[in-house]
T-cell receptor, first 115, second 113 residues
Framework: KQEVTQIPAALSVPEGENLVLNCSFT??????LQWFRQDPGKGLTSLLLIQSSQREQTSGRLNASLDKSSGRSTLYIAASQPGDSATYLCAVVIGGSGNTGKLIFGQGTTLQVKP | NAGVTQTPKFQVLKTGQSMTLQCAQDMNHEYMSWYRQDPGMGLRLIHY???????DQGEVPNGYNVSRSTTEDFPLRLLSAAPSQTSVYFCASSRRNRNQPQHFGDGTRLSIL
């Protein structure tokens, strides 16, 4: 059974710091890995999607890497800002019916960036 | 742009009551799904649908029913609510492609007394 783990559960950093969030998964048979952001009381916003054949994806100050063989992904946030404060979730996609994928989520890392 | 709309945003029920959580999307997405989010458990898939008339079970389907009569709507029904179903429920949609990101609604916060 696929299991996804995120470490640390919570992180507090001063503004401007570069930081890394970690995600690990137990089964390398995935189609892709996705990183989401969740603000308090809100839904999930997709940040980055890395296909299984890719090693990394970048969007602005965010860079996500994927090492499928070792079952690991990292989300790198450069020059953190207070507005980055949120819970970050990673999810791996496994096969569903009809060319669709089912998301298996980690429990998230709650990030606080202090001004 | 509306995206994925969930109603209601909050609901309190008594044990044994029934209710339907509504989910609608305006992006013409074939794939829709329901998740529940519980502290310490992350999000878990309840049911999903790959198109109108087609539904399938996820990881935690017991106690929930779904149907998909149109592309736009995917309601989740609780037939006899139990305290264990207290949770935050999220609906998501995407193109029918494993490498498409999923779009989530803002959730329904449900308490069962």
């Amino acid at each position: 059974k696929q299991e996804v783990t995120q470490i640390p559960a919570a992180l507090s950093v001063p503004e401007g710091e570069n930081l890394v969030l970690n995600c690990s998964f137990t089964d390398s048979a995935i189609y892709n890995l996705q990183w989401f952001r969740q603000d308090p009381g809100k839904g999930l916003t997709s940040l980055l999607l890395i296909q299984s054949s890719q090693r990394e994806q970048t969007s602005g100050r965010l860079n996500a890497s994927l090492d499928k063989s070792s079952g690991r992904s990292t989300l790198y946030i450069a020059a953190s800002q207070p507005g980055d404060s949120a819970t970050y979730l990673c999810a791996v996609v496994i096969g569903g019916s009809g060319n669709t994928g089912k998301l298996i989520f980690g429990q998230g890392t709650t990030l606080q960036v202090k001004p | 742009n509306a995206g994925v709309t969930q109603t209601p945003k909050f609901q309190v029920l008594k044990t044994g009551q029934s209710m339907t959580l509504q989910c609608a999307q305006d992006m013409n997405h074939e794939y829709m799904s329901w998740y529940r989010q519980d502290p310490g458990m992350g999000l878990r898939l309840i049911h999903y649908s790959v198109g109108a008339g087609i539904t399938d079970q996820g990881e935690v389907p017991n106690g929930y029913n779904v149907s998909r009569s149109t592309t736009e709507d995917f309601p989740l029904r609780l037939l006899s609510a139990a305290p264990s179903q207290t949770s935050v429920y999220f609906c998501a949609s995407s193109r029918r492609n494993r490498n498409q990101p999923q779009h989530f609604g803002d959730g329904t916060r449900l308490s069962i007394l």
